[in-house]
């Protein structure tokens, strides 16, 4: 049977880095995922003055100095990562200095008037053109009340996070919230760092207890969901047994729900003590997929969706619009180039059975669109993808983790 080990999950690895940065102590991550997200975020808290070293294939985090001689206006340039931006957008306000945050050309096209608004009504000082980046962040939060609509989770996740640090308590209402799981890793963040704090049963209000802080903690990373999901895929499309490993089932990971959708769509999995063992089924089968708390789920699905013997309908995941690319629109017009017969709804997409033509599709510099159209590519080798490099974001070993499974089969 082929087997792969999936690396630990970059929602996890930036949690650890930034809550042990914030802890002004000496903690030991293992497994962490070095990706170009997860790196981005390395290298803006080395801006900090926080200093990592490897050791024993360990990353070594020591943050005693954090802040110490850092001069008002340094910049952060966080590059592609949305998650560093808008987890460290609160968090750096703990420091009292004015911070620059910045990025590429596509994080600069992320909203950031929802949570830089959430910020300035607890009091941070926040300056910006044109409601995008750069901007400039200068603390102290103050707390109080705030109510915010989240389209993102990591509006929600952020200021969780940040009100650890304020002068007073922090009260905070969602009124719009997508993507819950991942506000779930957070809190379990939290936890394990015994902060003061109350939540309702769906995440809507949220009261924190100021002036609290972080302390050091050794973690290590489990593997990745999000990324194992095209390893999934990748036992659907070429209907064998595959055997995904470096998973915890026990993870409270958004993206394991995708495994429940794989079942419904016909596939055997077996859970296992370190991952599960996924076989394609002979016939995809079709269905109606709600993907509100998993968007980042979209492109695999939709591929895998194109080969449905049924009609598939994706649904409520307007989120997935504010991604690194419109990805609902952009998977849309793929599919559509290479004979696949889609429809574009506002929060999805409807995908029929149809003929692969193959041809060129665009990758659109979004990692989890060029990697849905790789593995599609397995099955339609005439599919070519216009630019690759992106996958260095999330998974930058994957075309070498595909070949080892496309050798096996020689």
Not at 66 to 89: A, K, Q, R
Not at 170 to 194: C, F, G, N, Q, R
Not at 230 to 236: I, L, V
Request: proline content about 4%.
């Amino acid at each position: 049977m082929k087997e792969i080990f999936i690396p630990g999950s970059k929602s996890q690895s930036i949690r650890a880095l930034l809550v042990n940065a914030f802890s002004r102590g000496v903690a030991k991550i293992d497994n962490i995922l070095f990706s170009s997200d997860t790196l981005s975020c390395i290298r803006a808290l080395e801006k900090l003055n926080v200093v990592f070293r490897k050791e024993d294939g360990a990353l070594i985090i020591d943050s005693r100095n954090i802040f110490e001689n850092v001069p008002d206006d340094t910049v952060l340039d966080l590059e592609n990562s949305g998650t560093s931006l808008y987890l460290l957008m609160g968090l750096v306000a703990s420091s009292g200095k004015r911070i620059i945050l910045t990025g590429d050309e596509s994080l600069k096209k992320r909203p950031v008037k929802e949570i830089a608004d959430a910020l300035s009504a607890l009091g941070a000082e926040i300056e910006m053109t044109d409601n995008h980046l750069p901007l400039t962040v200068k603390g102290p939060l103050k707390g109080g009340y705030v109510e915010i609509s989240c389209p993102s989770s990591q509006y929600l996740s952020s200021l969780l996070l940040a009100s650890v640090f304020s002068l007073n308590d922090t009260e905070i209402k969602a009124t719009l919230l997508y993507e819950k799981p991942y506000v779930t890793l957070t809190l379990s963040w939290l936890d394990k760092e015994h902060i003061d704090y109350t939540i309702s049963s769906n995440y809507m209000r949220a009261k924190i207890k100021g002036r609290q802080h972080f302390f050091p903690l050794d973690s290590y990373i489990s593997g990745d969901y999000s990324s194992a999901c095209f390893f999934f895929a990748y036992a659907m499309v070429k209907k064998e047994s595959i055997y995904v490993r470096g998973l915890d089932p026990c993870d409270e990971q958004g993206d394991k729900r995708v495994l429940s959708i794989l079942e419904e769509m016909g596939a055997s999995i077996k859970e296992m003590s370190d991952g599960f063992i996924i076989k394609g089924p002979e016939r995809i089968k079709g269905g109606t997929f709600d993907l509100n708390d998993i968007p980042d789920s979209l492109p695999i699905l939709a591929v895998l969706s194109a080969l449905s013997s049924e009609e598939v309908r994706l649904v409520n995941c307007a989120n997935a619009r504010i991604k690194e690319t419109d990805r609902i629109k952009a998977m849309h017009d793929e599919l559509e180039k290479i004979g696949v017969s889609a429809t574009e709804l506002p929060d999805g997409l409807v995908i029929r059975p149809s003929r692969i033509n193959g041809g060129l599709v665009k990758g659109y510099d979004d990692h989890r669109i060029i990697m849905a159209f790789s593995i599609l590519r397995t099955v339609v080798p005439s599919i070519e993808i216009d630019s690759t490099e992106k996958v260095s974001v999330t998974l930058p070993h994957f075309f070498d983790m595909l070949a080892l499974l496309e050798e096996s089969d020689e």
